[in-house]
C-alpha cells in the first residue's frame, strides 16, 4: 500500500461514494437545503441592518460601498468554507467510526482512495451548494454585480474542494470526536473573524495581513468580493493559483492520512 | 477442478505481534469450510486481508485465480461479505441499503433494484422494505448484511461470525439460509466461535490458535481423531486451543 499509488487508485467508483452521501443529503434535505437559504438573511439582519446602521461607507480599493455590499461577498465565502469543511469533517468521521460505513464499502470494488475521493467530492457539492444558495439571496437583495459574479459558481466547487479536504484532514488527524473542536478554535474561528469577511484588512497591522494572506479563505474572498464588486482582474489569478495549489496539496494528504487510519 | 480460495503463507505481523503466522488453506467449488479459533486468534485479520481491506505481509492468496496482492478489485467484484459489525445505512430504508450497495459493484438500477426485490422476499423483509434500519431487530439486521451479501451474485461469499449476539431463532434461520446457498452450489467461508454451528454448516474447517492453523479436517475426521469419536467438535476446540480465557 505505497502512498504513490494514491492517484492510480483513484477510478471512477468515486462518484458511486459521492452519490451515496447525496442520497443521504436528499434524505434529510429540508436540514440541508434550508440553512444556507436562511443563513444570510440572518447575516444580512443582524450585520447590515443592525450593525451596518451604525457604520459608514466601507472604503475597499479606492471606493466607498455600503456596509452591506462589503459583506456579502465574504458570507458566500465563509457559507463555502463551513458547509463544505463540517460535511466532511463530522461526516467522515462519524462514518468511519460510528458508521462504519467505510468498512461496508470497502469490501466492495471501491478502494480506499476512492471512498475518500468521493467524501471530498460530496462535502465540495455542499460547499458549492451553499455558495449558489447564498449568492441567489444576496442577488435578490440587489448585493452582486452580473455577469462577473458567475465566476462564484465554479469557484464555489474548487473552494469546496479545498476545504472539504481540509475536513477530511481534521478527522484523519483526530482521535475523538471532540477533538474537532481543536481546529474549529484554532483554524475556521480565526478564518471567519481575519480574511477580510467582515472588514478590509487595510487598517490592520502589517503582521495580522501577512498572517491573513497565509489563510486560505482571505484568498476566497479577494475573488468573490472582485466579483460581486464586478471588479475582476489578473491580479487574482495568484489567489486562484493559491487556492489550486493548497487543495491538490490538501487533498493528498488527507487521503493519505484517512487511508492509513482505515486500513490498518 | 482448482480450488476457489488459495491461502498460501499468509502472514500479518504488526510490529513484534504475528497475528497470522503462516496459515495454508484450500477451499474447492461449493464448499462450506470453517474458519475456527479463540477470540484473538487471527480469524477476523485473515478475513480483512481475503476481502482485501488490509494488505497481507507476507503470502499470498488467491480467489478464483486472481491474487490479493496484484487484483483487489477483480476480487471485490466476485465476494459477498457477510461482516461480523453491523454496518448497514442508518439514514436509508431496507430497499435502500440494497440498492446503493449494488452502485458499489456497477449494477444499473433496473437490475439492482430486481435483485433487491428478489432478496428482500427470499430473507422475508418484505414487512420492513421503507422501514429505517433502526426499526429491525438484531435478527433482521443480520439477515439484511447476509442479502446485502448477495447482491452482486458472488462466487464465493464470506460469513464472518454471522450469528454473534443473535437469539436462538434468529441463529437457526441464518442457518437455513446457508444451508440453501450451500444446496445451490456456493463457495463459503464461515468464521465462527460457536462449534456447534461450525459442525453443522462446515464440510472441512480449520482451528486455528495464535496466528497458526493447529488442526484441519472435516467435523467427523477432528472428532474421531481426538477424541475416538466421543464427543463433539467443541470438546475438540477446547482440547487443542485450551480453556483459559482469551482476551480480543
Known amino acids: 500500500m505505497n502512498n504513490a499509488f494514491i492517484l492510480k487508485n483513484i477510478s471512477y467508483r468515486a462518484w458511486h461514494m459521492w452519490r451515496r452521501n447525496v442520497d443521504v443529503s436528499l434524505v434529510t434535505w429540508k436540514t440541508n437545503i434550508i440553512p444556507p437559504l436562511l443563513e444570510p438573511v440572518l447575516y444580512i439582519l443582524a450585520f447590515g441592518i443592525g450593525l451596518g446602521a451604525y457604520v459608514q461607507k466601507i472604503n475597499f480599493d479606492g471606493r466607498a460601498y455600503d456596509y452591506l455590499t462589503f459583506l456579502a461577498p465574504g458570507m458566500i465565502a465563509v457559507g463555502i468554507m463551513f458547509h463544505s469543511t463540517f460535511d466532511t469533517m463530522y461526516g467522515a468521521f462519524v462514518r468511519l467510526r460510528y458508521q462504519k460505513t467505510f468498512d461496508a464499502v470497502i469490501t466492495t470494488p471501491l478502494s480506499a482512495e476512492d471512498i475518500l475521493a468521493g467524501e471530498i467530492l460530496s462535502g465540495a457539492t455542499k460547499g458549492a451548494f451553499a455558495g449558489a444558495a447564498i449568492l441567489l439571496i444576496v442577488t435578490l437583495f440587489g448585493l452582486a454585480s452580473y455577469p462577473s459574479s458567475l465566476v462564484i459558481l465554479p469557484l464555489a466547487a474548487l473552494a469546496g474542494l479545498m476545504f472539504a479536504s481540509f475536513g477530511l484532514l481534521f478527522a484523519a488527524l483526530a482521535p475523538y470526536i471532540d477533538n474537532l473542536n481543536l481546529p474549529i478554535f484554532l483554524f475556521i474561528n480565526p478564518m471567519f473573524l481575519f480574511s477580510g469577511t467582515f472588514f478590509p484588512l487595510d487598517g490592520m497591522p502589517a503582521w495580522v495581513r501577512l498572517a491573513a494572506n497565509l489563510l486560505p479563505l482571505t484568498h476566497l474572498v479577494n475573488i468573490t468580493r472582485a466579483a460581486t464588486f464586478n471588479r475582476l482582474s489578473p491580479a487574482l489569478l495568484w489567489d486562484l493559483l493559491y487556492i489550486l495549489v493548497l487543495t491538490a496539496a490538501v487533498a493528498y494528504l488527507s487521503i493519505r492520512k484517512m487511508k492509513a487510519r482505515l486500513i490498518k | ?248
Open chain 2, 1 to 248: 477442478m482448482p480450488p476457489v480460495i488459495k491461502v498460501t503463507d499468509l502472514r500479518k505481523n504488526y510490529g513484534e505481534l504475528r497475528a497470522v503466522d503462516g496459515i495454508d488453506f484450500e477451499i474447492s467449488r461449493g464448499e462450506c469450510f470453517g474458519l475456527l479459533g479463540p477470540n484473538g486468534a487471527g480469524k477476523t485479520t485473515t478475513v480483512k486481508m481475503l476481502t482485501c481491506a488490509l494488505p497481507l505481509s507476507g503470502g499470498d492468496i488467491t480467489v478464483d485465480g486472481l491474487s490479493v496482492n496484484n487484483d483487489p478489485r477483480g476480487i471485490k467484484y466476485i465476494l459477498g461479505v457477510c461482516p461480523q459489525e453491523i454496518n448497514l445505512d442508518p439514514d436509508f430504508s431496507v430497499l435502500k441499503n440494497l440498492v446503493v450497495y449494488s452502485r458499489y459493484f456497477d449494477i444499473p438500477y433496473a437490475e439492482a433494484k430486481k435483485r433487491a426485490e428478489e432478496l428482500i422476499s427470499r430473507f422475508h423483509l418484505h414487512d420492513k422494505l421503507d422501514r429505517p434500519i433502526e426499526d429491525l431487530s438484531g435478527g433482521l439486521k443480520k439477515r439484511l448484511l447476509l442479502a446485502r451479501a448477495l447482491i452482486n451474485k458472488p462466487k464465493v461469499l464470506i460469513l464472518d461470525e454471522p450469528t454473534t449476539g443473535l437469539d436462538p431463532q434468529s441463529r437457526r434461520q441464518i442457518w437455513e439460509e446457508v444451508r440453501g446457498m450451500k444446496s445451490n452450489g456456493l463457495t463459503t467461508l464461515l468464521t465462527t466461535h460457536y462449534i456447534e454451528e461450525a459442525e453443522l454448516l462446515c464440510d472441512r474447517l480449520v482451528i486455528i490458535d495464535a496466528g497458526k492453523i493447529v488442526e484441519q479436517g472435516t467435523p467427523k475426521q477432528l472428532i474421531q481423531k481426538h477424541l475416538d469419536g466421543k464427543g463433539n467438535l467443541e470438546d475438540v476446540f477446547l482440547k487443542l486451543t485450551g480453556k483459559h480465557l482469551r482476551d480480543e
